[in-house]
């Protein structure tokens, strides 16, 4: 084997012309033997260094060596384990000396990494002797100048060091540190004296963050040692650090191409700064560091800095309280606390104009208050120091005196204003450090200014701080109840009330009124947040109420977000404290505040955000939140007794509207998480049902109210639990069925049987009940369910009533299983609905039917029905059938009512029912109904009226699906797209969705190679409806809209080809330049730049 092995190694370099990954499989195969052979006890690792020896040597080629050495790491690596203390002590001898060759260092370095590492055999015990480990220091500090070489050697050298400064290598490198302090060894470098050189001009992020690492390691070893000697070692080379390091702050990071393990800057910074803070001898040059650094414009370079800062008066806060209580150092300490003092106020007290107090800085301010608080926690047991520098401040002394003016501060600039607010947060700031340091803040400032006196004259200020202060007792909970903040304690009925006053008046400045309405309403909050032994339940009562009439008032003050706000703290203190009769109190006072217009708008809000609160509840605030439905519902049915028409009463619509939209929906996904709440439930669905009721009798259905009602008794058969559905879907069916027994035994769906509208009602709410379900298995006699409501359909006259039963129809047929499909739905279409439709002669309930149509149709596209092509020739048919002559104005609507079909309008809608909607169904309807829509085109050009109904279905169709999904179409897209434009122009026609729909999608077109290739050839027809659509009349906004899209359709074509669009040119210009006296801005402002596009055509 040893014979075979060496002729394999001799051949390792021999003839030149083979590639690298040949060299590198020769080589990998020749490590693969030596390591089976070692493994075997058939050969050794001197005897392979021997028959290395002509490569290890070879003064000619670095190329041989390179190899040899690569070999010697392969087999160093996969036999760790089994080496003896001898093989080590020469193999380790040789790559010392070895370290020396710059040609092959990297190979070497590898190799003394595998040997520090203990190869792959982590559990072996490591055969290097801390002779062995002082003599590849040594070689490494000595031989090695890192930043002499490449980027993959400089990191190999900080990977060796980082592995010298660990176990079990530690002990023996801080031995040689602590060697090169004696005085016979005066010219050997020290552990830092190296790091310093090896990082001193680094660049790489990766080389740092490995030399950053070491230092800090290096530093906290030497520190903590215990020698004397080794601590010297760190207070002398204190500065040579900070020197090396001060170069890389601030950090300016740009990853290498070639980096595959991710560095951020983030990761990088935090090394540096664990370098500086590794050590409480690196203070003075921190605060020196950041002297020379703040300076800067930069606000990143600030932030580090407060980073920084922050970072060493946390870790070194011990250390300096106890040079603080050290005679010997305290007014070395002081002087360096002043430093620190003035960095801080530098950059809180900023004397540049701000605008605003929050965005005017960034994030600079808040970082330097929060070092100001690590500052503040240095001294906050037993001394006032930092307190004594901040009441000694100029611009904190001036806060204090604007606070006790009684002059109106308001003529003062805002920056001035602002200036007192950062001093007084200085204030706070210290204070939250301990009760201590927060009673000292009082009383001196309590003998500056009276916060109670004054806070009606500089509301501004003195909010400001109140709140500020009661954020500073957050940290204190624990121990804030002390004998030391007596007075304060004392004077909180009193500042809560001044407080609650200053809601009701508020300032003249609408952003002043804004922020210091928020700070008063948090520091209200945080005020009724403190324990027990602190404020009384009777005073977080009367602060409740406060705020309560704060929001339902009509203070200037009052916004939406405060609104918002207030009733959440309303909620929270349900939450915590569970008084059921205070917050029937707050329910009771805000609907008897459902009267005038603005004043319902606040109150609904108010319930609403309370109601919605319980998600973040238990169980018992779901109830409050059903409780407030209930009476919400009860409030709209006394609303509408003694009115003239349901239309005159705003306050009930506006009730169904948040009930409907907001507070329902919300209790449907509480109901999702905690389950079934029967109880309040059916208090609620009587009080829908005879609203219901009432809006039928007043035949207000074409309103929001109708549709709201529906749509809230379909949340409420959801929020019950398994049981009680069941219940109502019974009642439902057996409503739809007269059978009456049932029906008069219900306890659920009860309503007068003998009413006018009790038909359309009795339907209605079954529809409602019966739509939302997740299955149809639980209705018995579903066919006789689904043919009851389709033939009810037929009759009516009421298009509102029509619509919402026939998509509750839908919403059945969706849930049903696909035998089922056939079996019920499609003679149901077929034979009752299509047969009706054919056999009319009155073209309102064909109209009627055909609505009920799309939408079953739609829910048959949405479970990919086999049979659906029938239904949709069916439907295409009706619309372009001749035996109905069919006005523009009806084509119009059908061809909306068809386009149900595929419309995304209703799919929020079909979600919140639980109908198994999926994306992959309308791309399949789509290409097989723009098959059917393209041949209609064809057969029906000549018919105006029929065109634009199918206009209309082309129009929804294009926009249902995704741009990428046309392309296959491109051609007849095109094409109809630029004859729709001037055809649905030439209608006088009341809404022109389809034609801004259709150009919307034309412009998209034009920035598709394929689609406006196809456009160039219908260049004129495009041009002249592009010209038309330009000046349309305004007469609405749709109006200006179309003409934008139009115009900006036209800018687009200036991508075309010149000798294309010259022909048009002159008309196109002078129809640009009308555009351009156009009554709105935003049409001149699109003309123009169309006009300046199209006048390079002419050149």
């Known amino acids: 084997m040893e014979e075979g092995l060496r002729e394999r190694i001799e051949g390792l370099v021999g003839g030149g012309t083979q590639g690298e990954e040949e060299e590198e499989d020769r080589r990998r195969r020749v490590s693969e033997d030596a390591v089976r052979g070692m493994m075997e006890g058939k050969a050794t690792l001197l005897g392979l260094v021997e028959m290395l020896g002509p490569l290890l040597t070879d003064a000619d080629s670095t190329r041989a060596r390179t190899t040899g ?133 680094e660049k790489d992020p990766r080389c740092l963050l490995l030399a950053f690492d070491s230092i800090e390691r290096a530093v906290h070893e030497l520190s903590k040692s215990g020698r004397s000697e080794l601590v010297e070692v ?64 930069k606000s990143e370079t600030k932030v580090d800095g407060l980073q920084l800062l922050q970072m060493c008066l946390e870790k070194f806060a011990n250390d300096l309280r106890a ?64 307190v004594d520098l901040a009441f000694e401040d100029e611009d904190v002394k001036k806060a204090l005196v604007a606070c006790s003016s009684t002059e109106d501060l308001e003529a003062e600039s805002k920056p001035h204003i602002m200036m007192h607010c950062r001093a007084l947060d200085v204030l706070s700031t210290i204070a939250s450090s301990s009760v201590f340091v927060f009673a000292g803040v009082v009383d001196r400032t309590s003998a500056h200014t009276s916060i109670l006196e004054n806070i009606s004259t500089q509301p501004t200020l003195l909010i400001h701080f109140v709140y500020k202060m ?74 409740m109420m406060g705020l309560l009439a704060f929001s339902l008032s009509d203070s200037r003050l009052t916004t939406k977000d405060h609104i918002i706000h207030t009733a959440k703290i309303i909620s929270s203190f349900h939450e915590a404290h569970r008084r059921q009769d205070v917050m029937d109190k707050v329910i009771t006072k805000t609907l008897n505040a459902l009267v005038g217009e603005v004043e319902s708008d606040r109150a609904l809000l108010f319930l609403s955000v309370i109601a919605e609160c319980a998600e973040e509840c238990t169980g018992e605030c779901t109830e409050l939140s059903m409780d407030i439905v209930v009476k919400l519902t009860q409030r709209a049915i006394d609303s509408w007794k003694g009115e003239m028409g349901w239309k005159s009463n705003r306050v009930s619509t506006s009730i169904l509207s948040m009930v409907s939209v907001s507070i329902m929906p919300h209790l449907y996904e509480c109901n999702c998480k905690l389950g079934g709440i029967p109880k309040p439930v059916s208090k609620i669905m009587k009080n829908l049902v005879l609203l219901l009721e009432k809006v039928l009798e007043s035949q207000e259905t074409g309103n929001g109210l109708f549709v709201h009602i529906l749509h809230s008794i379909s949340y409420a058969t959801l929020l019950c639990g398994e049981e009680m559905q069941k219940g109502y879907v019974r009642e439902a069916v057996a409503l739809l069925l007269s059978e009456e027994q049932i029906v008069l035994e219900g306890k659920l769906l009860r309503f007068n049987l003998d009413s006018a ?38 009759t009516l006259d009421d298009p509102n009533v029509a619509r919402e039963l026939s998509i509750s129809l839908s919403g059945i047929v969706n849930k049903l299983e696909k035998n089922q499909l056939d079996e019920i739905v499609l003679p149901l279409v077929t034979e009752v609905l299509l047969n ?119 129009s929804c169709l294009m926009t249902s699906v995704h741009f990428s999904v046309l392309k296959p179409f491109a051609q007849d897209i095109v094409v109809n797209l630029i004859h729709s434009i001037s055809l649905l122009l030439e209608q006088d026609l009341p809404e022109k969705r389809a034609v801004v729909a259709n ?97 390079g055509v002419s050149t």
């Open 836 to 954: 009706h439709m054919k056999t009319c002669d009155n073209q309102t309930a064909v109209e009627v039917g055909f609505y009920s149509l799309a939408w079953i149709t739609r829910a048959l596209a949405m479970k990919k029905y086999s049979k659906l092509e029938m239904i949709l020739d069916e439907m295409f048919s009706i619309l372009c059938s001749p035996d109905y002559e069919w006005e523009m104005s009806t084509c119009l609507d059908l061809g909306e009512t068809f386009s149900l079909v595929i419309c995304t309008q209703y799919d929020n809608l079909i979600d919140t029912w639980n109908w198994k909607a999926k994306l992959l169904w309308r791309q399949k309807l789509f290409s097989t109904l723009s098959t059917k829509v393209f041949a209609k085109f064809e057969e029906k050009r000549g018919n105006p009226n029929v065109m634009i109904g199918l206009h209309q279905i082309f």
């Open 69 to 201: 050495t690569l070999v010697l790491v392969d087999v160093l690596r996969k036999t760790r384990a089994v080496l003896t203390r001898h093989e080590v002590d020469h193999v380790l001898a040789f790559l010392c000396a070895r370290l020396k060759d710059w040609h092959t260092l990297r190979a070497t370095l590898l190799a003394c990494k595998v040997l520090l590492e203990g190869g792959e055999d982590k559990g072996s015990k490591s055969c290097l002797t801390a002779a062995n480990v002082e003599l590849l220091a040594k070689s490494l500090f000595e031989h090695v100048d890192v930043q002499s070489h490449s980027q993959p050697n400089r990191q190999l050298s900080f990977e060796l060091v980082d592995l010298l400064l660990r176990d079990p290598h530690l002990a023996t490198v801080l031995g040689m540190s602590a060697r090169a302090t004696q005085a016979e060894n005066a010219e050997e470098e020290d552990l830092l004296e190296v790091l310093v050189r090896f990082v001193d001009g």
């Open 323 to 386: 040079d603080y209580e050290d005679e010997s150092k305290k007014a070395e300490l002081e002087a360096l606390i002043d430093q620190v003092w003035d960095l801080l106020r530098g950059q809180i007290l900023r004397s540049e104009p701000m605008l605003n107090m929050v965005n005017a800085s960034g994030a600079v301010v808040p970082k330097a208050l929060e070092a100001l608080k690590s500052l503040a926690d240095l001294f906050s047991i037993s001394s006032l120091k930092v």
């Open 470 to 543: 009661t954020c500073a007792l957050e940290p204190l909970k624990n121990d804030v109840f002390s004998d030391s903040l007596g007075v304060f304690k004392e004077t909180l009925p009193e500042l809560c009330s001044k407080l609650l006053a200053y809601l009701a008046v508020g300032s003249q400045d609408a952003e002043d009124n804004y922020r210091t309405t928020s700070e008063c309403i948090k520091a209200l909050d945080n005020v009724c947040k403190f324990q027990s032994e602190w404020i009384s339940m009777e005073l977080i009562e009367e602060v």
């Open 999 to 1095: 150009l919307a999608l034309l412009k998209l077109a034009l920035t598709d190679d394929s689609m406006r290739r196809v456009i160039q050839d219908h260049i004129k027809s495009a041009v002249e409806g592009l010209v038309a659509a330009c000046c349309t009349p305004s007469t609405t906004s749709r109006d200006i809209l179309l003409r934008r899209r139009a115009l900006e359709c036209l800018a687009l074509l200036k991508d075309l080809p010149h000798y294309i669009l010259f022909p048009y040119f002159h008309d196109v210009r002078r129809r640009l330049q009308v555009c351009l006296d156009d009554s709105k801005r935003e049409v001149r402002q699109q003309a123009g730049k169309t006009l300046r596009l199209w006048t």
């Open 234 to 297: 760190v207070k002398k080379n204190v500065e040579g650090l900070a020197d090396v390091l001060s170069c890389y702050f601030p950090l300016s990071f740009s990853p290498p191409p070639d980096m595959k393990k991710s560095v951020t800057r983030a990761d990088l910074l935090l090394a540096l700064f664990r370098a500086y803070t590794s050590t409480p001898e690196m203070f003075p040059q921190v605060v020196q560091l950041l002297e020379d650094r703040f300076p800067s414009p």
């Open 757 to 794: 509208v009790s038909k359309e009602l009795r339907y209605l709410l079954v529809g409602a009940v019966l739509n939302p379900l997740k299955s149809a298995k639980d209705v018995e006699n579903v066919e006789d369910v689904l043919h009851s409501i389709l033939e009810f359909i037929m």
